[in-house]
Structures are given as structure tokens and as C-alpha cells.
């Protein structure tokens, strides 16, 4: 059950966009579309932003998009805000009733 | 609306054990499940295991395998983590998530996290 792997670090300017990325394997991302992403502010607990891969729930910006190509899954920002500053993380489901999670990435809006 | 709320901050000694427990409000709490997740300071996410709170079945992350119990009291809408045989690693914000049974369901709702810290 290893962590998926994500950049530790990831910016952009106001108004730009940033993809980070969340690699997996084929028993884990590349088996199931239950890729989810989560936003942490620091001291804060994590928000749900993204599920199924590429859903949004209510209330998350449509800056925010999810897609999965192969084993590796990605979570793209467009028109960066300086809201938008704070730790990302990806999981997926990984079988066998097993949940994975990803090393995170700081977001830095420059 | 929903609610997790998690008990208080806990210092212990390595060898003993801890229970942080985790209160829900607001929803069915049988109709859904309890993960618990832990952050060490400055560290990633971590999934250690969930109890299904409609039929109570548990399953544990291997990392865990031998020194985590989850319960649950559906009477209480409450779930419980118990983690043994301590050490300084595991020092941590340990949180408890929500999710709908399924692998396809986010962890939607989090508790505000418990701080374990281990230290002699």
C-alpha cells in the first residue's frame, strides 16, 4: 500500500493555471475512477474538492478540474486566486477495501 | 448539519495506548462509514482503516493491522479509534472522515483532527 506520488511543490501566478499530478499504479488509480482531491489549509482539516476523478461537489469553483489519463491522475487549477494558496493531496480507492493516499503538493500562488 | 466532532488533545508515554473518539450529528449515522486518517507534523495523509457503521465491519490499513482498533456505538452515533503500543512516530493529528460505502465516494465531512503526541 504505498502513497501515491505527487510533486511536493507546485505555483503560479494570479490567474494562471497549474496542474499537479498523482501517480499510481494499475491496482489503484489506473484500476478504479475513484481518484478524489482534497484542499488543507494549514491547521485546518482537509476539503473535499474533487471526486470520481473529474466531479465537483457543490460550492468548489469550476476553476477546479480532475482527470485520470493511465495510472496517474491530475487535478488542474485555472485562473489561480490567492485563496487558492494550500496543501493538495489525491487518493484513490486501491481494492480490497483499501483507501491510498498521495504525499501532497503546496500550492504557492506567486 | 453534519457534524464530526472529535475529543481533545492527548499526551501519552511510548508503550501506552490511546482512544480518540468521534461524535456525529446532523445524519444517519448507521447509513454511512467512519475512516480515520492521521497527519504527522509535516507529513502527508495517511489512511489507517474505517468501520462501517451500519453492520460495524472493520478493515485496517497493514501498517496498522496490529495496533489499531476502530468501534462503534450506533446508539451514541460515535466511533472510536484505539492505537496501542505507542512510539514517538506516533505523534500526530489523527482525524476522522466520513464517507458513503463504495469506493467511488469522497471523504466528505471531517472531524477538526486530534493531536497525539508521544513523548517520554
Known amino acids: 500500500q504505498s502513497a501515491l506520488t505527487q510533486p511536493p511543490s507546485a505555483s503560479g501566478s494570479p490567474g494562471q493555471s497549474v496542474t499537479i499530478s498523482c501517480a499510481g499504479t494499475?491496482?489503484?488509480?489506473?484500476?478504479?475512477?475513484?481518484v478524489s482531491w482534497y484542499q488543507q489549509y494549514p491547521g485546518k482539516a482537509p476539503k473535499f474538492i474533487i471526486y470520481?476523478?473529474?466531479k465537483r461537489p457543490s460550492g468548489v469553483p469550476d476553476r477546479f478540474s480532475g482527470s485520470k489519463s493511465g495510472n496517474t491522475a491530475s487535478l488542474t487549477v485555472s485562473g489561480l486566486q490567492a485563496e487558492d494558496e494550500a496543501d493538495y493531496y489525491c487518493?484513490?480507492?486501491?481494492?480490497?477495501?483499501?483507501?491510498?493516499f498521495g504525499g501532497g503538493t503546496k500550492l504557492t500562488v506567486l | 448539519q453534519v457534524q464530526l466532532v472529535q475529543s481533545g488533545a492527548e499526551v501519552k508515554k511510548p508503550g501506552a495506548s490511546v482512544r480518540v473518539s468521534c461524535k456525529a450529528s446532523?445524519?444517519?449515522?448507521?447509513?454511512?462509514?467512519i475512516h480515520w486518517v492521521r497527519q504527522a507534523p509535516g507529513q502527508r495523509l495517511e489512511w489507517m482503516g474505517f468501520?462501517?457503521?451500519?453492520?460495524?465491519?472493520?478493515k485496517y490499513s497493514e501498517k496498522f493491522q496490529d495496533r489499531v482498533t476502530i468501534t462503534g456505538d450506533t446508539s451514541a452515533s460515535t466511533a472510536s479509534m484505539e492505537l496501542s503500543s505507542l512510539r514517538s512516530e506516533d505523534t500526530a493529528v489523527y482525524y476522522c472522515?466520513?464517507?458513503?460505502?463504495?469506493?467511488?465516494?469522497?471523504?466528505?465531512?471531517w472531524g477538526q483532527g486530534t493531536l497525539v503526541t508521544v513523548s517520554s
Open positions: 487518493s484513490s480507492y486501491a481494492g480490497s477495501d483499501i483507501w491510498v
Open positions: 472522515a466520513r464517507k458513503q460505502s463504495g469506493e467511488k465516494y469522497p471523504f466528505d465531512y
Open positions: 494499475s491496482s489503484d488509480v489506473g484500476d478504479y475512477n475513484s
Open positions: 446532523g445524519y444517519t449515522f448507521s447509513n454511512y462509514v
Open positions: 470520481e476523478v473529474n
Open positions: 468501520i462501517n457503521a451500519g453492520n460495524l465491519k472493520t
